[in-house]
């Protein structure tokens, strides 16, 4: 009898580490799924602000479950793998949204690129700014983009004489009619 509660216990631990992880990136995972299945944002933003409690959590169920059992058990490795990735899922979207983190060999190869500064109303995430990213890569002509969660602003490098600003403003209202976006500076760079 004692035995069946302890395991009950010991698969809590791992559980528990999953769910804090989910929670901690909540404003982005699940957002990003909701976004694949074209549902749209779900509002699990408002988790933002309880983000670090939800690190802590995780941290502390790791830490428990490292120190319990080891980093020999292969369940341990893979719920700390999972765990991990979740938590620091933001902090990755929030690079491949700023274009840190692919590369874009084509804009190597132009000689002078329109750009276009953008600020966005109602960015409320990580995964709003992904489907922003996500619209405005998708149309033709547009070389780079690079959406910021924490300044609500994009800027948008396309191959000059293709778009206006109310094209650019247009891309991001068709993603969601909460968000405002207003081009707030165009100019052309040459590359030499």
Not at 20 to 40: A, D, K, M, P, W
Not at 56 to 74: A, E, N, P, V
Not at 155 to 163: F, K
Request: proline content about 3%.
């Amino acid at each position: 009898m004692q035995h069946k509660s302890s395991l009950l216990s010991d698969k809590s631990s791992y559980i528990w580490a999953i769910i804090t992880g989910l929670l901690s990136s909540s404003c982005c995972i699940i957002q990003l799924v909701l976004n694949i299945f074209s549902i749209g944002c779900a509002g699990f933003s408002i988790l933002t602000p309880y983000r670090p409690i939800f690190l802590s959590f995780t941290t502390i169920l790791i830490l428990y479950t490292i120190t319990k059992y080891g980093l020999k058990s292969k369940r341990t490795l893979i719920i700390l793998l999972i765990s991990l990735s979740l938590s620091s899922s933001p902090e990755l979207i929030s690079l491949y949204n700023q274009g840190r983190i692919t590369s874009n060999s084509e804009k190597s190869l132009i000689k002078e690129i329109e750009i276009f500064v953008v600020q966005i109303e109602g960015i409320s995430c990580e995964g709003c700014a992904n489907r922003i990213k996500t619209q405005i890569d998708s149309k033709p002509f547009v070389i780079d983009s690079k959406v910021y969660f924490n300044n609500q602003s994009a800027i948008v490098s396309v191959i000059p004489g293709n778009y206006k600003s109310i094209d650019i403003e247009t891309w991001v209202k068709m993603v969601d009619f909460k968000y405002e976006a207003k081009v707030i500076q165009q100019y052309i760079e040459s590359k030499y």
